[in-house]
């Protein structure tokens, strides 16, 4: 008998209100995270993959609407009731942002920021909260956290108020850390660092996690498996050394050759076009204008995904241009 994923999306759509018009964003995502697992979503910017993290939250901004089924535990989030949604928020996930400084009040010191949510909720006493938040803060290398917890967020550079983030993340021990780009608005120099810390956080507690970023090489190297999305829905799923070694969507391998390598010297090559956004495809596949092995069947009709090689890939050519995509990686 399988057991129950933790949090499972499945046909996720989420649409917006645009003059008087609906705008699809977000179409036929399915997914699973399993309990100690951690997955990644990988995409250009616009493909869907915060809207997809927002509506597994129930944090879709005014106009959004989410349609399909997104279950933590078997429970149906988007049918949740205020005090139940309040709970899951509080208790059983967490979401570390993009940006700290964007989503810390300035007027607040670090404690009652990191402290407020398990208090509120009456998970800890706000000295229980204190202590525990000092103790995870010397855990994930910031020094001297108890001066720390008296000062407030423009006092700390990026690479620790980031760090920060993490502990109240972590504080209330959640079963799934949502992780929204954690690190891309740090220093190039501190992105590692923090990275690993978090990655280290993640799998000594045994939490879930659903990455999110646009690095596909980061993303391969700190999750179990991939999900890859396009224009609001998944093109290619599977173990993260799979995809990575061998990619089998063409656009996929468009991401990992369009990254530097630290393996071998060679140019990175761009994906020609633009990205585009789900409302914008009308028919065929949705990466057709920008692939060099597209025919009139993909420019005409859209491909479902379909099991290749273990792998839920969305490409009607998929094996007719595996080992073209093969020779183009070495």
Same mark, same amino acid.
């Given at each position: 008998?399988?057991?129950?994923?933790?949090?499972?999306?499945?046909?996720?759509?989420?649409?917006?209100?645009?003059r008087?018009?609906?705008r699809?964003?977000?179409?036929?995502?399915?997914?699973?995270?399993?309990?100690?697992?951690?997955?990644?979503?990988?995409?250009?910017?616009?493909?869907?993959?915060?809207?997809?993290?927002?509506?597994?939250?129930?944090?879709?901004?005014?106009?959004?609407?989410?349609?399909?089924?997104?279950?933590?535990?078997?429970?149906?989030?988007?049918?949740?009731?205020?005090?139940?949604?309040?709970?899951?928020?509080?208790?059983?996930?967490?979401?570390?942002?993009?940006?700290?400084?964007?989503?810390?009040?300035?007027?607040?010191?670090?404690?009652?920021?990191?402290?407020?949510?398990?208090?509120?909720?009456?998970?800890?006493?706000?000295?229980?909260?204190?202590?525990?938040?000092?103790?995870?803060?010397?855990?994930?290398?910031?020094?001297?956290a108890?001066?720390?917890?008296?000062?407030?967020?423009?006092?700390?550079?990026?690479?620790?108020?980031?760090? #920060? $983030?993490?502990?109240?993340?972590?504080?209330?021990?959640? &079963?799934? *850390?949502?992780?929204?780009?954690? !690190?891309?608005? @740090? =220093?190039?120099?501190?992105?590692?660092? #923090? $990275?690993?810390?978090l990655?280290?956080?993640?799998?000594? &507690?045994? *939490?879930s996690?659903l990455?999110? !970023?646009?690095? @596909? =090489?980061?993303?391969?190297?700190?999750?179990d498996?991939?999900?890859?999305?396009?224009?609001?829905?998944?093109?290619?799923?599977?173990?993260?050394?799979?995809?990575?070694?061998?990619?089998?969507?063409?656009?996929?391998?468009?991401?990992?050759?369009?990254?530097p390598?630290?393996?071998k010297?060679?140019?990175?090559?761009?994906?020609?076009?633009?990205?585009?956004?789900?409302?914008?495809?009308?028919?065929?596949?949705?990466?057709?204008?920008?692939?060099?092995?597209?025919?009139?069947?993909?420019?005409?009709?859209?491909?479902d995904?379909?099991?290749v090689?273990?792998?839920?890939?969305?490409?009607?050519?998929?094996?007719?241009?595996?080992?073209?995509?093969?020779?183009?990686?070495?």
């Amino acid at each position: 008998m399988t057991a129950t994923p933790l949090l499972d999306l499945h046909d996720l759509h989420v649409s917006v209100r645009h003059r008087g018009t609906r705008r699809t964003l977000v179409r036929d995502v399915s997914l699973s995270v399993d309990a100690a697992e951690s997955i990644g979503v990988v995409g250009e910017s616009g493909s869907g993959k915060s809207m997809t993290i927002k509506a597994a939250m129930r944090l879709l901004p005014p106009g959004a609407t989410a349609e399909g089924h997104v279950r933590f535990e078997g429970l149906d989030v988007l049918k949740l009731d205020r005090r139940e949604l309040a709970r899951y928020r509080s208790r059983d996930v967490a979401l570390i942002h993009q940006d700290p400084r964007a989503h810390i009040n300035p007027t607040r010191t670090i404690a009652q920021f990191v402290t407020e949510g398990v208090v509120h909720t009456g998970q800890m006493t706000r000295d229980e909260a204190i202590e525990r938040a000092c103790d995870l803060m010397a855990d994930i290398g910031i020094p001297d956290a108890r001066r720390r917890m008296g000062q407030f967020p423009h006092q700390l550079s990026g690479g620790l108020l980031q760090r #920060v $983030m993490i502990v109240a993340a972590l504080l209330p021990s959640p &079963r799934l *850390v949502f992780a929204d780009e954690p !690190t891309t608005a @740090l =220093d190039v120099t501190v992105q590692s660092d #923090v $990275m690993a810390i978090l990655l280290e956080q993640i799998r000594d &507690r045994r *939490v879930s996690m659903l990455f999110v !970023t646009h690095d @596909l =090489d980061l993303a391969a190297a700190v999750t179990d498996r991939l999900a890859v999305m396009y224009a609001g829905t998944i093109v290619e799923s599977g173990t993260s050394t799979e995809i990575y070694q061998r990619p089998l969507h063409p656009y996929t391998a468009g991401l990992l050759q369009s990254r530097p390598s630290t393996a071998k010297v060679r140019r990175p090559t761009a994906i020609p076009g633009r990205p585009v956004a789900a409302y914008e495809v009308d028919q065929g596949c949705s990466f057709a204008p920008r692939c060099p092995f597209a025919t009139d069947r993909c420019r005409a009709e859209r491909p479902d995904r379909r099991l290749v090689e273990d792998r839920s890939v969305a490409c009607h050519r998929v094996e007719e241009i595996a080992d073209l995509l093969k020779e183009r990686a070495t």
